[in-house]
């Protein structure tokens, strides 16, 4: 079973408890690496300038603590950290039906609207994950109550 590097429970360890929840959760069935969680001043600006955010500080929610937003990679061993764009779309399926089984909401970088269309972005992040909410869902069966 796959587990995370300390650098990378570290990084996960600065994040709000429901991205902690479902990365945790992932890590047991699909390799990846944490890559930021909690996102400081200089390096919020740094991503802005380069590129890598579309945020000033402390416009993004990596800005907060704990962090509203993470950046999560799939790991594959003898590769390392994957940015192919197919390898990260098969991993959002994956976070996303771990993270709909949990109740929780998030929002992935590769698709924000959550149309499903990957061709209709204008910035993509693929490695990016955010809550919507930091309230859980309940699933319910159907019938009257």
């Known amino acids: 079973m796959p587990r995370f590097s300390n650098k990378s429970d570290l990084k996960l360890d600065t ?31 740094i991503a802005f300038k ?6 000033k ?24 950290i994957i940015e192919d764009r197919g390898q990260c779309a098969f991993f959002a399926a994956k976070v996303k039906a771990k993270a709909a089984e949990l109740g929780i909401q998030v929002r992935w970088g ?6 499903g269309d990957l061709t209709d972005q204008t910035f993509n992040d693929l490695w990016h994950w955010e809550l919507i909410s930091t309230e859980k869902t309940t699933q319910t ?5």
């Open 50 to 55: 380069n590129g890598a955010s579309t945020k």
């Open 141 to 145: 069966s159907g019938g009257a109550t």
């Open 110 to 115: 590769g698709d924000w609207d959550g149309d």
């Open 15 to 45: 994040c709000h408890s429901l991205l902690q929840e479902l990365f945790r959760d992932v890590i047991k069935e699909y390799d990846c690496a944490i890559l930021r969680g909690h996102r400081g001043r200089r390096l919020q600006n």
């Open 57 to 80: 500080w402390p416009d993004s929610n990596h800005n907060v603590m704990p962090s509203l937003a993470v950046d999560a990679a799939p790991y594959i061993k003898g590769k390392g």
